[in-house]
T-cell receptor
Framework: RKEVEQDPGPFNVPEGATVAFNCTYSNSASQSFFWYRQDCRKEPKLLMS???SGNEDGRFTAQLNRASQYISLLIRDSKLSDSATYLCVVNMEYGNKLVFGAGTILRVKS | EAQVTQNPRYLITVTGKKLTVTCSQN?????MSWYRQDPGLGLRQIYYSMNVEVTDKGDVPEGYKVSRKEKRNFPLILESPSPNQTSLYFC????????????FGPGTRLTVL
């Protein structure tokens, strides 16, 4: 079983739609969680951290469910510019190690 | 401009021909690492360095070497490249107090024939 698993997609949605991605992780002792965004053929960049209480940044909302060991990312009012691959990232318990999911592809179409 | 640079950006080589991919950051970060990205597998860590002269293996270190003689540079060396090392490589750096925000270089696409 992979340490971090994501639905690869692609998710094809129209502009203005709301879309949600989930990600599951295997290590129950994992400490911190993040979403990175990667544009086509570009480097990954931190999108947002994920906190137990949930957090929101504009149109983006991230949630953590420790009991079920998954995190989610919700994007409201999708824009064409949101088209990218979204990487779920988990900091495992054993030191400074980030484990990256394979990514979920989002395509927003007009 | 704060950035991580990698060179070359694209490289096609043949099996067994030693190569080095350079990585440099101008943010005075202590922590640097190398990843490879393959379809369906996500980013996997090859090597990392907590500071000058301190390096350690990541998840997939076989076939690679690194060195950290200066804080800003962290080259990746393939002594004898093989076709299974064909991949997209990223260098990243971060501050020790903000490890989770890694700043990535633009990537190096390597093809080994």
């Amino acid at each position: 079983r992979k340490e971090v698993e994501q639905d690869p997609g692609p998710f094809n949605v129209p502009e203005g739609a709301t879309v949600a991605f989930n990600c599951t992780y295997s290590n129950s002792a994992s400490q911190s969680f993040f979403w990175y965004r990667q544009d086509c053929r570009k480097e990954p960049k931190l999108l947002m951290s994920v906190y137990s209480s949930g957090n929101e940044d504009g149109r983006f909302t991230a949630q953590l469910n420790r009991a079920s060991q998954y995190i989610s990312l919700l994007i409201r009012d999708s824009k064409l510019s949101d088209s990218a691959t979204y990487l779920c990232v988990v900091n495992m318990e054993y030191g400074n190690k980030l484990v990256f999911g394979a990514g979920t592809i989002l395509r927003v179409k007009s | 401009e704060a950035q991580v640079t990698q060179n070359p950006r694209y490289l096609i080589t043949v099996t067994g021909k030693k190569l080095t991919v350079t990585c440099s950051q101008n943010m005075n970060h202590e922590y640097m690492s190398w990843y490879r990205q393959d379809p369906g597998l996500g980013l996997r860590q090859i090597y990392y360095s907590m500071n000058v002269e301190v390096t350690d293996k990541g998840d997939v270190p076989e076939g690679y070497k690194v060195s950290r003689k200066e804080k800003r540079n962290f080259p990746l060396i393939l002594e004898s490249p093989s076709p299974n090392q064909t991949s997209l490589y990223f260098c990243a750096s971060s501050r020790p107090d903000s490890y989770n925000e890694q700043f990535f270089g633009p990537g190096t696409r390597l093809t080994v024939l």
